[in-house]
């Protein structure tokens, strides 16, 4: 292993952010879903186009990907398994020997898919849950969907496949924290939660309403000890993330961005081949890194405490080098938590 | 003997070294030049005798030594279940 790497993961991740490597790949393979969640990042009126990509053209695009290092890829939607395809892809990106993640709602599986899902090679299935019946039905607004659910992780757990629950954690949910996290390790799965409620990709900043109190997220800082300053060397490592370096994610539409949440177009796998696109759209790496565009964050006295997001700033904004409002909030609540503890 | 990649494992090279992950285990392994050489005649299936041709045409050292490590190589391979026996 070479020195200055903290693990080999480390490597990998550095190696492919350096060379510029989309180790990363997420598919949204679908904008069609069968739930219809409140938080949702992807606008009602997209969710019912029907122009997603054929099974061709993601397949060619997997190939793509594979011949610049890609390593690991993730299937979501909308909801994946809606896809008629769904298991021939995932099998052929099982054959290119990608990590293969399928992120679902989970309420389409069943004895049935569960077969298909293994004899395919899946590596790992994350499902969301939001709360217990009650509440994870008002969230996804669905009924009789629970149950359903909760029998497809056993399943799934059953058959050895790595599970994770995963869930946003919003001022309407919260209170389920504990449930989700007893509820995961009652079945024997690993639960992870955000608190991050990104606008949709129209610029629809209600989801952003929904985060969690104040108070509450005061509480959360300091139980999983969130309020430590992460205050890196560099100024573009602190302030960016690895979008459009070793991210890459291609729309349901075909559309090329640097990260699902990140919708700045690079371009179209429907109009040119995804290699062109990728190695064209360096420039917007170059422009990112552009450290004196970001004047308001460099007078911004939270700067230390914030985690920015690109594409939540480039949905509210409009331009690569605005305010993340949300990340703002989480840093002032940081910075009150943190100068609190001093005290 | 041949021995070939066990399947479901995912593998790409970057900057001339092979990152594999073995999920059924969580583990991350990583290949040197020589081995990554090596991984790529085991795509396909190879013997040791192959393999040895192969790096020999290389990396012109000892074949005695060569064939040794190569085995010790294989063995590790084995041990780690990422290669599996075949024909």
């Not at chain 1, 700045?264 to 371009?267: D, H, I, K, T």
């Not at chain 1, 409009?318 to 305010?323: F, S």
């Given at each position: 292993m070479n020195e200055g790497f903290k693990n080999l993961s480390d490597e990998l991740f550095w190696q492919s952010y350096n060379n510029r490597v989309p180790l990363y790949s997420l598919l949204e393979v679908t904008s069609r879903c069968n739930f219809d969640c409140i938080h949702c990042y992807i606008p009602q009126e997209v969710r019912r186009k029907n122009d997603e990509l054929s099974t061709k053209e993601i397949m060619s695009c997997l190939e793509e990907i594979k011949t610049l290092g890609g390593l690991y890829t993730v299937f979501t939607g909308g909801?994946?398994?809606?896809?008629?395809?769904i298991f021939t892809l995932l099998e052929f990106a099982k054959k290119l020997n990608f990590v293969v993640i399928l992120f679902t709602n989970?309420?389409?599986?069943n004895k049935e898919t569960v077969s298909k899902i293994i004899s395919c090679g899946v590596d790992k299935v994350e499902i969301s849950l939001y709360g217990n019946k009650h509440f994870h039905e008002k969230f996804v607004r669905r009924k009789d969907v629970f149950s359903q659910i909760v029998s497809g992780i056993k399943m799934l757990k059953h058959n050895n496949i790595d599970v994770c629950i995963k869930s946003v954690l919003t001022k309407y949910n919260w209170n389920q924290k504990k449930f989700l996290e007893n509820f995961a390790y009652s079945l024997g799965v690993r639960y992870k939660f955000d608190i991050i409620c990104t606008p949709r990709n129209?610029?629809?900043?209600?989801?952003?309403?929904?985060?969690?109190e104040e108070k509450k997220l005061v509480k959360l800082l300091k139980q999983y000890n969130l309020t430590q300053v992460d205050i890196k060397k560099d100024f573009t490592t602190h302030i960016l993330c690895s979008a459009g370096r070793n991210i890459v994610a291609v729309s349901s539409r075909g559309e090329v961005y640097p990260c699902i949440q990140f919708p700045?177009?690079?371009?179209s796998i429907k109009k040119e081949k995804f290699v062109k696109i990728w190695r064209r759209s360096f420039s917007i790496v170059e422009k990112l890194e552009?450290?004196?565009?970001y004047q308001q964050c460099l007078n911004c006295d939270i700067l230390q405490y914030c985690r920015r997001c690109p594409g939540i700033s480039f949905i509210q904004t409009?331009?690569?080098?605005?305010?993340d409002t949300v990340a703002k909030l989480l840093a002032c609540v940081t910075r009150k938590t943190v100068e609190k503890t001093a005290v | 003997m041949k021995y070939k990649i066990k399947p479901n494992l995912a593998f790409r090279k970057i900057s001339d070294e092979y990152y594999i992950v073995d999920s059924r285990n969580s583990m991350l392994h990583k290949l040197n030049s020589v081995g990554s050489l090596i991984w790529e005649v085991l795509k396909k299936g190879a013997t040791v005798k192959e393999i040895v041709e192969l790096v020999y045409k290389e990396y012109e050292v000892e074949i005695e030594t060569l064939t040794k490590d190569v085995e010790e190589f294989i063995t590790e391979l084995k041990n780690k279940s990422l290669i599996e026996e075949y024909e």
């Open positions: 909801e994946p398994l809606l896809r008629e395809d989970g309420s389409l599986i129209n610029g629809d900043i209600i989801p952003t309403t929904f985060i969690v700045y177009f690079l371009g552009e450290t004196k565009q409009r331009t690569l080098y605005g305010c | -």
